[in-house]
């Protein structure tokens, strides 16, 4: 299961750094030309924040082993996580869009414990805070306060 994991995510690779000259096609951008303030490129999970009173109440680091990544084309979005203590599998797919500080992922599938929370719901809101090579993704609840936020930083 690892090595298909590991296939899917050369393929996606791959397919995003086509340089296809057909009409309608992305451009493609190498990491030097990436803007340093863009989600375009790939990013590790560096820890987390709750929230109460829309304050940050509580932070911590990810632990020894645990490994998130998500990375970003201009249009899709892939994201997988490692837990070394859990031999559940954590991956998806799917397209993405930055609006007005908000970011909206919408997966189109993901591995067999992503599915099950994708037939429930495809599309994940965000209150997004990006910065130079960091971002922060910010839970937000049905009141608009926000719960927890996933705190990322660019490796690529």
């Known amino acids: 299961m690892k090595s298909s994991l590991i296939a899917c995510c050369v393929i996606f690779l791959l397919i995003s750094c ?13 990491h030097s ?3 340093s303030t ?3 490129g790939t990013w590790e999970l560096i820890g987390f924040y709750n929230y109460i009173d829309n304050k940050v109440a509580d932070s911590f680091k990810t632990r ?3 490994r998130q ?3 970003y084309t201009p249009t899709k979005v892939m994201w997988s996580k490692h837990v070394p ?3 559940t599998e954590w991956f998806g797919y799917g397209s993405y869009k930055v609006e007005d ?7 189109d599938y993901g591995s067999e414990m992503m599915s099950k929370i994708i037939q429930e719901r495809k599309e994940f809101i965000y209150e997004l805070h990006l910065k130079e090579n960091r971002f922060s993704q910010i839970e937000i609840d049905e009141d608009g306060n926000r719960i ?5 930083q660019r490796i690529e």
Not at 18 to 30: F, H, I, L, R, S
Not at 148 to 152: A, G
């Open 148 to 152: 927890y936020s996933e705190n990322y």
């Open 69 to 71: 990544v998500k990375m």
């Open 85 to 87: 203590t859990d031999s």
């Open 101 to 107: 500080g908000h970011l909206t992922e919408v997966l």
């Open 64 to 66: 020894d082993g645990y």
């Open 38 to 40: 863009s989600l375009e």
């Open 33 to 35: 030309e990436t803007d």
């Open 18 to 30: 086509k340089d296809d000259k057909q009409e309608g096609a992305y451009p493609v951008t190498n």
